[in-house]
């Protein structure tokens, strides 16, 4: 059944590997920012990185030249904290992570501690400490739920990928037996949370990403028009591996420009 797309009036964009690459701007991401400025157009920057926060995020896509408002930013640690408030409000949690998580539940109105939390929220760090996991592990089986920011095993650095998220997450299911649930992209969720932030509709709303198996199938299954740039991590050749297909394939954000 196809479904009947009304002209795109909002935008949801990944940020690595479509806008930006290890901290540089991508040719066309400002020109494609600028566009959705003068057009009027609503739109979000998502990113899966828990760790900063959305001024954080800001300030250093500033400095690689885009300019986008913290209002415009939306990261797992958000979406989740949006989770867990209507899930539980003003609950409590014990939290690994940084400061955009923190930051997040803690705006949420959640309480943060390590006493007989609601949940044991897990989110991307620089440096996992091995006593706060095993608190973690001791927590959910006392019995706190467990709940994740986003399911990546692995992150980018400059030397090589880094455990992620998703890799501590493994580690703790094994030692409890307890699954947790990913707020973060694949999960339609974390769209649908950024476009009630919004208020944008899925008939008229694009998701613009540069992996198959997250942004795209995340962007399909909350209804949405899906570009995938081959920019970052999918190629030409992987997409045929998937039984889903984007919208568009385009080169680059470059390509998107004339679009909005």
């Known amino acids: 059944m196809s479904i009947d797309r009304k002209p795109a009036e909002c935008w949801l964009t990944d940020m690595d590997g479509v806008l930006v690459h290890e901290g540089l701007a991508l040719p066309g991401a400002a020109d494609f920012l600028d566009r959705l400025v003068a057009a009027g157009r609503r739109f979000l920057v998502l ?79 620089r440096t996992y400490s091995f006593e706060a996991i095993t608190r973690a592990i001791r927590l959910i089986g006392a019995g706190a739920r467990f709940i994740a920011t986003n399911p990546d095993v692995t992150g980018p650095s400059p030397e090589g990928p880094l455990p ?43 998701m613009i990403g540069d992996r198959m198996d997250t942004d795209v199938v995340a962007g399909i299954e909350a209804g949405l028009d899906t570009i995938l740039v081959l920019t970052g991590s999918t190629r030409a050749s992987d997409v045929a591996r998937f039984p889903f297909r984007p919208g568009r394939v385009l080169d680059s954000i470059a390509d998107v420009v004339d679009l909005v």
């Open 47 to 125: 990113t899966n990185n828990s760790i900063f926060t959305p001024r954080d995020l800001s300030a250093r896509l500033a400095r690689s030249g885009l300019q986008v408002p913290e209002a415009s930013i939306w990261t797992s640690a958000l979406a989740t904290a949006d989770f867990l408030s209507t899930q539980l409000p003003n609950g409590s949690a014990y939290v690994i992570g940084e400061a955009g998580l923190t930051t997040a539940l803690y705006e949420a109105g959640y309480t943060l501690t390590d006493t007989e939390p609601d949940y044991v929220v897990l989110g991307e760090t």
């Open 164 to 206: 992620a998220t998703g890799s501590v997450a493994a580690m703790i299911t094994r030692a409890t037996g307890s699954e947790p649930y990913f707020v973060g992209k694949p999960n339609p969720m974390m769209f649908r949370s950024a476009m009630n932030r919004i208020e944008a509709h899925s008939e008229s709303t694009v």
